[in-house]
């Protein structure tokens, strides 16, 4: 699995696409992935690869790879954080005695609050993802420029 990620990047980086075309899919991709539209990710991938056409598509589908099983209760718990905060809602912490008695009325004021506050959460994710992404891709294909041996060159 990781020797396929890494060939998977590597492609991506080898690819014609400038650092901002290659910043601004994972950008999107981690902004779908904080989004709590849990199993319509994958059509937003296609939508906003249709859609916003100098995002690199590779790098869209590597964006959403922020939301895996192990990170999901965490995104969920800031999400409804920031929900909470936003509309000023003084709602119990999410714990497993909030879902032992879900109702639908329970459901529809947590996802308000917990949709948007993925919102901000995916604005921010995707903002911090498409800076890393684009300085590190300009810096690797800044070397690759200047060829062999040039990680001991000023660029």
């Given at each position: 699995?990781?020797?396929?990620?890494?060939?998977?990047?590597?492609?991506?980086?080898?690819?014609?696409?400038?650092?901002?075309?290659?910043?601004?899919?994972?950008?999107?991709?981690?902004?779908?992935?904080?989004?709590?539209?849990?199993?319509?990710?994958?059509?937003?991938?296609?939508?906003?690869?249709?859609?916003?056409?100098?995002?690199?598509?590779?790098?869209?589908f590597l964006g959403t790879n922020l939301s895996l099983?192990?990170?999901?209760?965490?995104?969920?718990?800031?999400?409804y954080e920031i929900g909470k905060f936003i509309f000023?809602?003084?709602?119990p912490a999410l714990d497993w005695g909030f879902f032992?008695?879900?109702?639908?009325?329970?459901?529809?004021?947590?996802?308000?609050?917990?949709?948007?506050?993925?919102?901000?959460?995916?604005?921010?994710?995707?903002?911090?993802?498409?800076?890393?992404?684009?300085?590190?891709?300009?810096?690797?294909?800044?070397?690759?420029?200047?060829?062999?041996?040039?990680?001991?060159?000023?660029?």
């Open positions: 699995m990781k020797i396929k990620f890494k060939k998977i990047i590597v492609q991506l980086i080898r690819q014609h696409n400038s650092p901002h075309e290659i910043a601004l899919g994972a950008g999107i991709g981690a902004f779908i992935s904080v989004l709590p539209v849990y199993g319509l990710h994958t059509i937003l991938v296609v939508l906003a690869a249709i859609i916003v056409r100098p995002a690199n598509k590779i790098a869209i099983p192990p990170t999901i209760p965490f995104i969920t718990w800031a999400g000023k809602k003084d709602l032992k008695d879900l109702t639908f009325q329970k459901i529809t004021g947590f996802y308000q609050l917990l949709f948007i506050g993925s919102l901000i959460l995916g604005v921010f994710c995707g903002i911090v993802i498409y800076s890393l992404t684009f300085f590190v891709v300009k810096k690797i294909k800044e070397r690759r420029a200047l060829g062999p041996g040039s990680k001991n060159k000023k660029v």
